[in-house]
């Protein structure tokens, strides 16, 4: 049996400028909002281009049972992946995203500019309320890893 990672939700405190950044800074993809009950909440699937997993953002929701509900920005470790992260880097800022330089992982700690191994060059991000996202450049696109 497959165990496929295919939402993660992500706290926020304003969904609709929330979904903005997502979609026209990040460029992800709009799925779905809607409520489920009148009334009661509002749920926002989102996509990264190219990604088989969304975010969801969510609002009024029941929590979850045994799972307390997440502070909006205290989501860490959220990572994409690109083939290009100047390219990447470019698109976002482009789009009016504040990201970090292009950096590394050095023997005494980040470092700015690319890593000479693979898989050793990473940029940052936050949204609205804080929450960090990670872009690394990978050697390969997925489907050939």
């Not at 502070?71 to 990572?79: D, E, I, N």
Request: some cysteine.
């Amino acid at each position: 049996m497959d165990w496929t990672l295919e939402v993660i939700v992500v706290p926020v405190t304003d969904l609709d400028r929330a979904k903005a950044f997502y979609v026209d800074r990040c460029g992800f993809r709009a799925e779905i909002d809607t409520s489920f009950f009148e009334g009661v909440g509002r749920f926002v699937q989102l996509t990264p281009p190219g990604s088989r997993c969304s975010v969801v953002l969510e609002s009024g929701m029941p929590e979850s049972p045994g799972q307390p509900r997440m502070t909006p920005g205290s989501m860490r470790g959220l990572q994409l992946c690109v083939t290009d992260i100047e390219a990447a880097r470019a698109e976002l800022t482009g789009r009016g995203v504040e990201v970090t330089p292009v950096m590394h992982v050095s023997a005494s700690g980040w470092a700015e500019g690319r890593g000479e191994a693979s898989w050793n060059c990473f940029l940052f991000f936050q949204d609205p309320d804080g929450n960090g996202w990670t872009v690394q450049e990978a050697p390969t696109p997925l489907a050939e890893r």
